[in-house]
């Protein structure tokens, strides 16, 4: 059974910072991707960063990019999400999440087929 954790959400002030953290438990064949996204309040779930464990590329939302880093070790299943110049919309829950499928280039969402249960990040004005 695959499971994912996250942790490091919060209340926070804008332009302040957090880091979030996700580990998945697996067995069998590894993951190829790890990612997150979040979803606000009456919106649709989006994509924010996801890093490619074959190479280490990483990619992100324009809405994020020179704010926000992800980075993790693959031997662990562990992936990160450093977040800065925190903006009160980016106030929403954050999910984790893993794929198994192997492509080139930026993994979209319908790729993930494992998900965290999500931590909530609110930032205030």
């Known amino acids: 059974q695959v499971q994912l954790v996250e942790s490091g959400g919060g209340l926070v002030q804008a332009g302040a910072s957090l880091r979030l953290s996700c580990t998945a438990s697996?067995?069998?064949?590894?993951?190829?991707?790890m990612g997150w996204f979040r979803q606000a309040p009456g919106k649709e779930r989006e994509f924010v960063a996801s890093?490619?464990?074959?190479?280490?590329?990483?990619y992100y939302a324009d809405s994020v990019k020179g704010r926000f880093t992800i980075s993790g070790d693959s031997a662990k299943n562990t992936v990160y999400l450093w977040m800065n110049s925190l903006k009160p919309e980016d106030t929403a829950v954050y999910y984790c999440?893993?794929?198994?499928?192997?492509?080139?280039?930026?993994?979209?969402?319908?790729?993930?087929?494992?998900w965290g249960q999500g931590t909530q990040v609110t930032v205030s004005s």
């Open positions: 999440a893993a794929t198994r499928v192997w492509r080139v280039g930026v993994p979209p969402l319908s790729d993930f087929g494992s």
């Open positions: 890093i490619k464990w074959s190479d280490g590329r990483t």
């Open positions: 697996a067995s069998g064949r590894t993951f190829s991707a």
